[in-house]
């Protein structure tokens, strides 16, 4: 009889348990725009996955005077950034820039690392690509890079930034010098 009684009584807590876990399987609700619901009631990652486009352009210092038959001009640097990013706090830029002053190409990939925030975010990466220097040639060479961006828009897909590099040539550094770089960015994110 105690048998019964006992399995009466766990099949009672059960029906009873079972509304309980069924009000708990109904739909989640948001307040947010349409659309931004991910699984019940979440959000997607605002900033996530995606790509980007920047151009970049400032001022470029050569350690050393480049070469007389190196092409003559300002201190100033032009270039564009394809960034592609794997989260908000991290992205993989593929960059190019021209040099005026010394003609020099530069075109480097690695990546970099933001911080949290909003609408202003601190990065730092290193790059890591070849140096064109003419009279000289193809060098490999690093550049490490800090700035800041600012992060605009109703998506935040309106990228500023102020970002310092100096690009090292590696291997005789009498060859052409380091290259500072000191510019801004405007960009884009897809």
């Given at each position: 009889?105690?048998?019964h009684v006992r399995l009466c009584g766990a099949l009672l807590m059960l029906a009873?348990?079972?509304?309980?876990?069924?009000?708990?399987?109904?739909?989640?609700?948001?307040?947010?725009?349409?659309?931004?619901?991910?699984?019940?009631?979440?959000?997607?990652?605002?900033?996530?996955?995606?790509?980007?486009?920047?151009l970049d352009w400032g001022a470029a210092i050569n350690s050393q005077e480049p070469?007389?038959?190196?092409?003559?001009?300002?201190?100033?640097?032009?270039?564009?950034?394809?960034?592609?990013?794997?989260?908000?706090?991290?992205?993989?830029?593929?960059?190019?820039?021209?040099?005026?002053?010394?003609?020099?190409?530069?075109?480097?990939?690695?990546?970099?690392?933001?911080?949290?925030?909003?609408?202003?975010?601190?990065?730092?990466?290193?790059?890591?690509?070849?140096?064109?220097?003419?009279?000289?040639?193809?060098?490999?060479?690093?550049?490490?890079?800090?700035?800041?961006?600012?992060?605009?828009?109703?998506?935040?897909?309106?990228?500023?930034?102020?970002?310092?590099?100096?690009?090292?040539?590696?291997?005789?550094?009498?060859?052409?010098?380091?290259?500072?770089?000191?510019?801004?960015?405007?960009?884009?994110?897809?």
């Amino acid at each position: 009889m105690k048998r019964h009684v006992r399995l009466c009584g766990a099949l009672l807590m059960l029906a009873a348990a079972a509304p309980l876990t069924a009000s708990a399987q109904e739909r989640g609700r948001t307040d947010g725009p349409e659309e931004s619901e991910y699984g019940k009631g979440g959000y997607g990652d605002p900033g996530g996955r995606g790509v980007s486009l920047q151009l970049d352009w400032g001022a470029a210092i050569n350690s050393q005077e480049p070469s007389r038959d190196a092409p003559d001009g300002p201190p100033l640097y032009v270039g564009a950034t394809l960034s592609l990013w794997g989260d908000d706090w991290y992205q993989l830029d593929a960059s190019g820039a021209y040099v005026f002053d010394g003609g020099r190409f530069i075109a480097m990939v690695g990546p970099r690392f933001r911080t949290w925030g909003w609408p202003v975010v601190f990065t730092a990466g290193l790059k890591a690509g070849a140096i064109i220097i003419p009279d000289v040639g193809l060098r490999f060479g690093i550049s490490p890079q800090v700035g800041t961006e600012f992060m605009l828009g109703d998506e935040d897909n309106i990228v500023l930034g102020l970002h310092y590099m100096p690009d090292i040539p590696i291997g005789d550094i009498d060859d052409g010098g380091i290259t500072h770089r000191l510019g801004m960015t405007v960009g884009y994110k897809f």
